[in-house]
């Protein structure tokens, strides 16, 4: 039996899908976690409503966005968190050097990847986990001490259910403007959700960044030691 070249992943669908600036773009602006309709991402990237469409059937097609109804509006966000993954993979790789000092500092500050925290703020915490012994390093992931599951639950995240998710746990996700890693996974997603219920962050207006509110400032002084 001959061997065939093409009996691996369809990467070349997969570049041809992600290998244009609109739809870069377009992933770039969902990597905030949130749902938008097609008008919303039109504006965003700068083309039509009816291009924005065509872009967004590519990308669907492809598996990389996924549609749902919300009344008479189609909103759209990333598929899975794999894909999530390959984004911010894919800035990690585009911001280096010059370019990644060049990365606005609001972003750079605290921002969502996706459905966790990152920049500064996900670095600090991240950090701050490590010291305490409530996670240690594996090679491709972060894992949870004892100590650590006792931390987490007294800080109000069950840790059960998000073993029992069909994603990692506690991922390890390489932060494009600080070049380390920080806490993902169901568990980095559960503390961001956790910090948000808070009230310790604010959502940037059209942004993927963060605000840290004075509540925020104090909360993470005592849990993190962070400024």
Request: glycine fraction near 8%; include cysteine; hydrophobic fraction near 45%.
């Amino acid at each position: 039996m001959e061997r065939t070249m093409n009996a691996g992943p369809d990467l070349a669908t997969l570049a041809s899908a992600v290998g244009d600036a609109t739809r870069i773009r377009m992933l770039e602006l969902l990597m905030e976690g949130r749902a938008l309709v097609a008008k919303e991402l039109a504006f965003g990237t700068g083309v039509s409503p009816a291009t924005a469409t065509a872009h967004l059937q590519r990308l669907e097609g492809a598996r990389l966005l996924r549609s749902t109804r919300q009344g008479r509006n189609k909103v759209f966000r990333i598929a899975t968190p794999t894909v999530a993954r390959m984004v911010e993979a894919m800035m990690a790789v585009a911001v280096r050097g010059p370019r990644a000092s060049a990365t606005p500092e609001p972003l750079r500050a605290a921002r969502y990847c996706y459905d966790h925290l990152a920049g500064r703020l996900g670095m600090d915490i991240t950090d701050a986990l490590l010291r305490a012994g409530h996670l240690s390093l594996r090679r491709r992931a972060f894992a949870l001490t004892d100590t650590g599951e006792d931390w987490f639950t007294a800080f109000g995240i069950e840790v059960a259910p998000l073993r029992e998710q069909r994603r990692q746990f506690a991922h390890r996700c390489l932060d494009w403007s600080e070049r380390r890693d920080h806490l993902a996974g169901a568990l980095g997603a559960a503390l961001a959700s956790r910090v948000f219920a808070l009230g310790w962050v604010e959502r940037q207006p059209d942004s993927r960044g963060l605000t840290v509110t004075p509540t925020g400032q104090r909360g993470l002084r005592r849990y993190f030691g962070s400024p």
